[in-house]
C-alpha cells in the first residue's frame, strides 16, 4: 500500500464521553501537559492559576474549561476538537460535554471517530451514565473502546477495586455490539498510567493510555473492499485546446479507485472506465484511497450529477427508497413523528424524504425497546423506516459510517434535526438500480401530460374523462383513461375504501400515470384523490421527472353529487349500508391550487372537454 494510505493509521480520532466530575477534563489536560502539546504560555497561565488557589498540582481542565468557554460563544452542538501530535500519531479529539446534550454532542462529535475514552470513576463505579456512553459508543461504531478508571489514588490503588468494575462492565458490554475493550486504571490528577507508567500500580502490567493510543491497531477498521465515490461537484474546466474534460470531484467514501478501473455509475447503471484521476493538490494520482478528496475523469459521457455515486460494477451499495435506520433526533422543539418529512442528506444526495414508521424507541440507559411510542423528542434515539424521494445510494452503517449515515433537516427552519444510522434497506427493496432507456424524451413522436380530475363521487369526472380520451385520440394523440372504478378491478383490486387504502391507491396510480405521461401518452385519471398531501405527491412525482401535470377540481357540491347519485351509492351510504364513503363519513379534501376548476354551471361534459383544451393549451 502506499504512502497515502498508510498516512491515514497516523491519525486517531478520539472521543471522550463522561462528565466533568468524572476527571474529563482533566484527563485530556493531562494528555496535551505530559505530550507537551500545551503551548508554553498556556501552561504558564494555568501553573499561575493554581498555584494561587493553592493546589497541589496544576489543575489542568483549566485548560479544556478555558478552551470550553470560548466556545461557548455562538457554536450550537458543543463538541470542542483538541490536535496533538506524538512522534508516533497525531490525534484528534472530539470532546463532548457529559451535561443534558449528551447524546446530541456525543453522535456529532464521535460518529467518526475511532476509539472512545471513557471514563469510570473508581468511587463510583459503573453508572448509568457508563452504559449510556458505551451503548452511544456501539451504536456509533466506534471500533475500539478503553474504560478508563480513574481516580485509583482514592481507592488505595486497589487492584480488587479495578477488577470488580471491570467485571461489571465487560457483562453489560456483552449486550453490545463492542470489537475491542481495553480497561486502564488511572489517576487523571496525578498523572498515573495517562502518559507514564504508574509505580503505585505495579499489579497493572498493560499500557499506559496515551501509549495504547499510539498502538492501537486501526488499519484494518477502514473499509478497504468497498469502493465509493459520493459525487460533490461536477467540474467543466474550459481547455484551451477547446475541449470540454469533464471530472467529477468528491470525497473517497470507501475502499480504492484505481485509474482504468471499471466503474458504474448510480443511480443511472450506466458503466465506464476511470481514465484520470487528480489528488487534493491538483497533481494526478494512480489511485484514490478512503477520505481523499479527488476528481475522476472518465471515458465515456454520461450524465451525471452531484448526489450520485460512482462505484464497482460487481460491488454495488443499495440503491432504494426505503430505508431502515436508527436516529437520534437533535431538536428540542419539534418532535419526530411518523409521516413528518424531512430534507434528507445521505452522502451527497439531498432529497425530501418521510418518516415511514417509528418501531421503537429505545431507552439508552436500559436499552428497553418501546414499541408504543408516538414520538422521538430531543436526544430520544429511535428506530424508524424512511421513504424517499429520489433513490438513495447506501450502505450499512455497520458496514461503512460514511455512506451509511444521514442527517435529517428540517425543511422550514434549515436546522438539522436528526442524525441517522442505517442499519438495512427496507428489505423489499434491496439491490435494486435505476436501470437507464437508451430512448431519451425527444426521440418519442408525442409529448406526454397526466391530466389528473378529482371530485367526489358523481361529480363528473368520469363523464369528463371519457369525452377528452376521445378527442385526443381523434387528433392521433395517445391517451389513456384510467379511471378509479376500473383500476380497483386490477391493479388495485387488493384496495379498500380506509385512509391508508386510498393513498395507496393514489400513489400506485400516479406513478402508473407518470409512467403513460413519460411513454409520450396523455394519461387521464379519474379519481376521488380525496387527499391534498397524494394529490401533491403525484405532482411532485410528475416534475421530478419534467412530466407536465394538470390537476382538474371538478366542483360539484355534494348535495348535486347526492341528487345524481348515479350509482345509488350515495342513499346506500346513508343508510348506513356502506363506510366510509367520501362526503359522508370520509373527507375530502378540496384543492387549494388547480389549474382548473369545473362546476356543474360550465356545462355539459362535451363542452367542458374543449374548454379544458383550450384552457391548457393540450
Ligand atoms: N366508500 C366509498 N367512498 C367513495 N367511493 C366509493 C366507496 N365505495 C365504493 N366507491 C366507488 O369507488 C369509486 C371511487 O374510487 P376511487 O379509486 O376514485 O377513490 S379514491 O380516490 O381512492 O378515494 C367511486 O367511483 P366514482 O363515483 O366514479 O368516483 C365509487 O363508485
Ligand atoms: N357536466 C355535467 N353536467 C350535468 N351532469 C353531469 C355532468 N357530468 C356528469 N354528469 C352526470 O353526473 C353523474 C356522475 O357522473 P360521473 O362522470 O360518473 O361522475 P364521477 O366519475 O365523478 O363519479 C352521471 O349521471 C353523469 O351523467
Not at 381523434?474 to 375504501?497: I, K, Q, T, V
Not at 378540496?590 to 369545473?598: A, G, S, T
Request: aromatic fraction near 8%; hydrophobic fraction near 40%; charged fraction near 25%.
Amino acid at each position: 500500500m502506499d504512502g497515502d494510505h498508510r498516512g491515514a493509521t497516523e491519525l486517531l480520532r478520539l472521543a471522550t464521553a463522561g462528565s466533568v466530575d468524572d476527571g474529563k477534563s482533566t484527563l485530556i489536560g493531562r494528555l496535551l501537559y505530559d505530550s507537551k502539546a500545551i503551548f508554553a504560555d498556556q501552561l504558564e497561565a494555568i501553573e499561575r492559576t493554581s498555584a494561587a488557589r493553592g493546589d497541589e498540582y496544576a489543575d489542568l481542565a483549566l485548560l479544556t474549561d478555558g478552551l470550553r468557554a470560548e466556545r461557548e460563544q455562538g457554536i450550537t452542538i458543543d463538541v470542542a476538537y483538541r490536535y496533538f501530535a506524538t512522534p508516533k500519531r497525531k490525534f484528534i479529539i472530539a470532546d463532548t460535554p457529559g451535561h443534558t446534550q449528551y447524546t446530541r454532542n456525543m453522535v456529532t462529535g464521535a460518529s467518526t471517530a475511532d476509539l472512545a475514552i471513557i471514563l469510570i470513576d473508581a468511587r463510583k463505579g459503573v453508572l448509568e451514565q457508563t452504559r449510556r456512553h458505551a451503548f452511544l459508543s456501539s451504536l456509533l461504531g466506534i471500533p475500539h473502546l478503553t474504560v478508563c478508571v480513574n481516580k485509583m489514588d482514592l481507592v488505595d490503588w486497589s487492584q480488587e477495586r479495578f477488577d470488580e468494575i471491570c467485571a461489571e462492565f465487560v457483562e453489560f458490554a456483552a449486550k453490545l455490539n463492542v470489537a475491542d475493550v481495553t480497561f486502564i486504571p488511572i489517576s487523571a490528577l496525578r498523572g498515573d498510567n495517562v502518559v507514564e507508567s504508574s509505580s503505585a500500580m505495579p499489579w497493572y502490567e498493560g499500557r499506559p493510555l496515551l501509549s495504547h493510543l499510539e498502538n492501537v491497531y486501526i488499519a484494518s477498521d477502514r473499509n478497504l473492499i468497498d469502493a465509493r465515490l459520493p459525487v460533490q461537484y461536477v467540474i467543466r474546466p474550459q481547455r484551451s485546446d477547446g475541449l470540454d474534460h469533464r471530472a467529477y470531484a468528491g470525497t473517497v467514501a470507501g475502499g480504492v479507485f484505481t485509474k482504468g478501473d471499471e466503474i458504474v455509475v448510480l443511480p443511472s447503471g450506466f458503466s465506464t472506465t476511470i481514465t484520470a484521476i487528480w489528488g487534493p493538490g491538483g497533481q494526478t494520482v494512480d489511485e484514490a484511497f478512503a477520505s481523499m478528496a479527488v476528481s475522476v475523469e472518465l471515458a465515456d459521457e454520461i450524465d451525471i450529477v452531484r448526489g450520485d455515486m460512482l462505484a464497482r460494477p460487481n460491488n454495488r451499495p443499495y440503491v432504494g427508497r426505503d430505508i431502515d435506520a436508527m436516529v437520534c433526533w437533535f431538536a428540542e422543539d419539534a418532535e419526530l413523528r411518523p409521516h413528518n418529512r424531512y430534507q434528507m442528506l445521505c452522502g451527497t444526495r439531498l432529497t425530501r424524504a418521510q418518516i415511514s414508521g417509528l418501531n421503537y424507541r429505545l431507552d439508552v440507559n436500559t436499552l428497553h425497546r418501546d414499541e408504543q411510542a408516538d414520538g422521538l423528542s430531543l436526544n430520544e434515539i429511535g428506530r424508524i423506516t424512511l421513504h424517499t424521494q429520489e433513490p438513495v445510494m447506501f450502505d450499512s452503517y455497520r458496514r461503512n459510517r460514511d455512506t451509511g449515515s444521514f442527517i435529517l433537516i428540517d425543511e422550514a427552519t434549515n436546522r438539522t434535526v436528526a442524525a441517522g444510522m442505517i442499519t438495512a434497506p427496507v428489505s423489499h427493496d434491496s439491490h435494486v438500480v435505476w436501470q437507464a432507456s437508451k430512448v431519451s424524451r425527444e426521440h418519442r413522436p408525442h409529448r406526454g401530460a397526466t391530466i389528473w380530475l378529482t371530485g367526489l363521487s358523481g361529480s363528473g369526472k368520469s363523464s369528463l374523462a371519457v369525452e377528452l380520451e376521445r378527442r385526443f385520440v381523434a387528433e392521433g394523440r395517445p391517451a389513456y383513461l384510467m379511471d378509479g372504478d376500473n383500476l380497483r378491478h386490477g391493479l388495485n383490486s387488493d384496495l379498500g375504501f380506509s385512509d391508508d387504502d386510498r393513498r395507496e391507491n393514489i400513489r400506485r396510480t400516479s406513478e402508473v400515470a407518470a409512467l403513460f405521461a413519460d411513454s409520450g401518452a396523455v394519461a387521464i385519471v379519474s379519481l376521488i384523490s380525496p387527499f391534498a398531501e397524494e394529490r401533491r405527491r403525484a405532482r411532485e412525482i410528475h416534475a421530478e421527472r419534467g412530466l407536465p401535470f394538470y390537476e382538474i377540481f371538478i366542483d360539484t357540491p355534494l348535495e348535486e353529487c347526492e341528487r345524481r347519485d348515479p350509482k345509488g351509492l350515495y342513499r346506500r351510504a346513508r343508510r348506513g349500508e356502506i363506510g366510509q364513503f367520501t362526503g359522508i363519513d370520509s373527507p375530502y379534501e378540496r384543492p387549494e391550487d388547480p389549474e382548473l376548476v369545473i362546476t356543474p354551471a360550465d356545462g355539459a361534459p362535451a363542452e367542458v372537454a374543449d374548454m379544458v383544451i383550450r384552457n391548457l393549451g393540450l
